[in-house]
């Protein structure tokens, strides 16, 4: 087992993704968007006081895709929408969870854009955040 917060070891993705005890949605996920986007994994510690620690980070070219922090008990995994896809995301709410329609409501944006997370954890959080990045990335 990997200690998530050494900021000295840098993990391999596989350890990282399995310190969530239920690792098989972010699995998922990530398997997801490596064939869906052709996108390279990048391993970054951060030492933000909200989420300190070893993260998972993929971009599409230079445009982010998400951001995990993998934790035991959760992984929360952080999707940035533009002012655009904010606009799609309202018009089609319904198709999320209260919890994520509650946070961007709740939300003031920055320079026109929200940071929503889901909490990856079980099939729901991952249909969620997969949702979620195919409406970012929606033409």
């Given amino acids: 087992m990997i200690d998530k917060m050494n900021s000295k070891i ?44 070893w993260n998972l980070k993929y971009k599409k070219g230079s445009k982010s895709i998400c951001t995990a922090y993998p934790n035991r008990d959760e992984c929360h995994v952080m999707i940035t929408l533009n002012a655009v896809a904010l606009e799609r995301f309202r018009t089609v709410d319904k198709l999320f969870s209260k919890n994520l329609r509650d946070l961007e409501k709740s939300m003031k944006p920055l320079n026109g854009a929200k940071w929503l997370s889901v909490n990856v954890v079980d099939d729901a959080g991952f249909e969620e955040a997969k949702k979620l990045i195919m409406l970012k990335f929606e033409k």
């Avoid at 005890?21 to 390279?40: Q, V």
């Fill in 10 to 53: 840098k993990p391999a993705k596989n350890n990282l993704v399995m310190v969530v005890k239920n690792y098989t949605p972010l699995k998922k996920l990530c398997d997801w968007i490596e064939s869906e986007f052709g996108a390279k994994h990048q391993i970054d510690y951060s030492t933000c006081s909200m989420a300190p620690g």
